[in-house]
T-cell receptor, first 113, second 115 residues
Framework: GNSVTQMEGPVTLSEEAFLTINCTYT??????LFWYVQYPGEGLQLLLK???ADDKGSNKGFEATYRKETTSFHLEKGSVQVSDSAVYFC????????????WGAGTKLIIKP | DTAVSQTPKYLVTQMGNDKSIKCEQN?????MYWYKQDSKKFLKIMFS???????INETVPNRFSPKSPDKAHLNLHINSLELGDSAVYFC??????????????FGPGTRLTVL
């Protein structure tokens, strides 16, 4: 069945550091891939998505590239800010799960000034 | 304009009580969901409704009963509350239940504390 594996957190970085949060998946075919972000005290919101291999999703300086060969969708940002502190969730939607969202465990990101 | 709203935001209650959480979406979506998020931020889907019909019912105690009076509302009723029910509950909605256009929009969450 479908599954999503994210790197464990918390990830702690200094402001302006480079960020990578790893996400790998297991699925048949070509699922759609998502990153959601949850800021403290709020619900989740879609950060970016990619629906086919080699697509790059981007938003608010964050990027992730759909890599079919490595079944990965790593989240990156060149220079993080304190306001990026949040929990980040990787998710997929594919035919194995009848296109229901399958969620990763979430990675807490802490940015220190 | 709030897209997905939940009430109440905080709910503190005694063990054994019955409580309800309400959810409304004004996005015109066909599908609504309830999630439970534990203290480690792990997100677990509980229920999903599509056009008022139940389509997902994960392994959840039958003390939890969702009710969808119309497409825009999905309420969660919990009987005989237990300590382990303490969590944040999120409502969400999406245009479709399946297919590629199923981006989910989340409410702000309801923090339930059972004493």
């Amino acid at each position: 069945g479908n599954s999503v594996t994210q790197m464990e957190g918390p990830v702690t970085l200094s402001e302006e550091a480079f960020l990578t949060i790893n996400c790998t998946y297991t699925a048949t075919g070509y699922p759609s891939l998502f990153w959601y972000v949850q800021y403290p005290g709020e619900g989740l919101q879609l950060l970016l998505k990619a629906t086919k291999a080699d697509d790059k999703g981007s938003n608010k300086g964050f990027e992730a590239t759909y890599r079919k060969e490595t079944t990965s969708f790593h989240l990156e940002k060149g220079s993080v800010q304190v306001s990026d502190s949040a929990v980040y969730f990787c998710a997929l939607s594919g035919m194995d799960s009848n296109y229901q969202l399958i969620w990763g465990a979430g990675t807490k990101l802490i940015i220190k000034p | 304009d709030t897209a997905v709203s939940q009430t109440p935001k905080y709910l503190v209650t005694q063990m054994g009580n019955d409580k309800s959480i309400k959810c409304e979406q004004n996005l015109g979506h066909d599908t609504m969901y309830w999630y439970k998020q534990d203290s480690k931020k792990f997100l677990k889907i509980m229920f999903s409704y599509n056009n008022k019909e139940l389509i997902i019912n994960e392994t959840v105690p039958n003390r939890f009963s969702p009710k969808s009076p119309d497409k825009a509302h999905l309420n969660l009723h919990i009987n005989s509350l237990e300590l382990g029910d303490s969590a944040v509950y999120f409502c969400a909605s999406s245009q479709e239940a399946s297919g590629t256009n199923n981006e989910q929009f989340f409410g702000p969450g309801t923090r339930l504390t059972v004493l």
